[in-house]
C-alpha cells in the first residue's frame, strides 16, 4: 500500500499554466507505476497522463499531449504533473493513482490503480 498526497491545484486563466505534485510514502516508490486521472461532477474519471517507475516511459490522453508533461523523482518519492496552455475543458479534481508492476511500463489505462490520493481542484476560467 502507498499513501498518495496530491498539492498544487488552485485558480488560472485559460492559457496558464500549473504544477500538479503528489507526494508517496510507505513504499519503495520506483517499483510503482504513477499515473493521473481528473473528474468533473457527473462524470467519469478520465485517465490524463501516466509514467513508468523509472520515469523513462510516459503516455498521455490525446487531449493534453503537447501541453501536459508528466515526470517523476524517485529521490523525492514525488511524481508532477505540468499542465502548460490550460483550457477551461481542464478544470475538474485531479488525482494521481500508483500501480505497481515488475515491469518499466506506463499503463494505457485506469486498470489496476490500487492507491489513490484525495484529489486536488484545478479550475480554469475563461
Known amino acids: 500500500q502507498v499513501q498518495l498526497v496530491e498539492s498544487g491545484g488552485g485558480l488560472v486563466q485559460a492559457g496558464g499554466s500549473l504544477r500538479l505534485s503528489c507526494a508517496a510514502s510507505?513504499?519503495?516508490?520506483?517499483?510503482?507505476?504513477m499515473g493521473w486521472f481528473r473528474q468533473t461532477p457527473g462524470k467519469e474519471r478520465e485517465f490524463v497522463a501516466s509514467?513508468?517507475?523509472?520515469?523513462?516511459?510516459?503516455y498521455y490522453t490525446r487531449s493534453v499531449k503537447g501541453r501536459f508533461t508528466i515526470s517523476r523523482d524517485n529521490a523525492k518519492n514525488t511524481v508532477y504533473l505540468q499542465m502548460n496552455s490550460l483550457k477551461p475543458e481542464d478544470t475538474a479534481v485531479y488525482y494521481c493513482?500508483?500501480?505497481?508492476?515488475?515491469?518499466?511500463?506506463?499503463?494505457?489505462?485506469?486498470?489496476?490503480?490500487?492507491?489513490w490520493g484525495q484529489g486536488t481542484q484545478v479550475t480554469v476560467s475563461s
Open positions: 493513482a500508483a500501480r505497481l508492476l515488475s515491469v518499466d511500463f506506463a499503463p494505457r489505462s485506469s486498470t489496476s490503480f490500487g492507491s
Open positions: 510507505g513504499t519503495t516508490f520506483r517499483m510503482f507505476a
Open positions: 509514467i513508468s517507475g523509472s520515469g523513462g516511459d510516459t
